[in-house]
């Protein structure tokens, strides 16, 4: 069994990308494409138990800030249990995170973010 601690020096930049972009978004209003900046950032960190946690937070946040109890109700199991699954390397592949779908659905990884897990492996 792999543990995963910590993100690839490489990796790191991509993930902050997407989170530069959830706040970028959120400045602007435009809440569809903020919410599509934390699935890919959920789907880039979910292997790193300290990134895979903090997107869940932030989407607790979300779910706050746009008044969704399903989201809000969704995301605190995923915040509590998705880092130790992140650490013992028990995750769902491709999941973006998000309380609109099932926690241990396996998703395909879009991809451009394929390529740069690939070259980041």
């Keep these: 069994m792999k543990l995963y601690i910590k993100m690839p020096n490489k990796l790191i930049p991509f993930y902050q990308k997407e989170l530069e972009m959830v706040k970028d978004n959120l400045k602007q209003d435009n809440l569809q494409n903020a919410w599509l900046h934390l699935e890919r950032a959920h ?25 969704s109890t399903k989201e809000v109700v969704g995301q605190i199991p995923r915040l509590l249990v998705g880092g130790v699954k992140s650490f013992v390397g028990h995750i769902p592949v491709g999941n973006t995170g998000g309380a609109n779908v099932p926690p241990l ?12 897990l690939k070259l980041n492996a």
């Design 43 to 67: 789907i880039i960190g979910q292997k790193y138990p300290y990134e895979h946690s903090f997107v869940h937070w932030k989407m607790l946040q979300f779910g706050i800030k746009i008044k």
């Design 105 to 116: 659905k396996t998703m395909e990884i879009p991809e451009d973010i394929q390529e740069i």
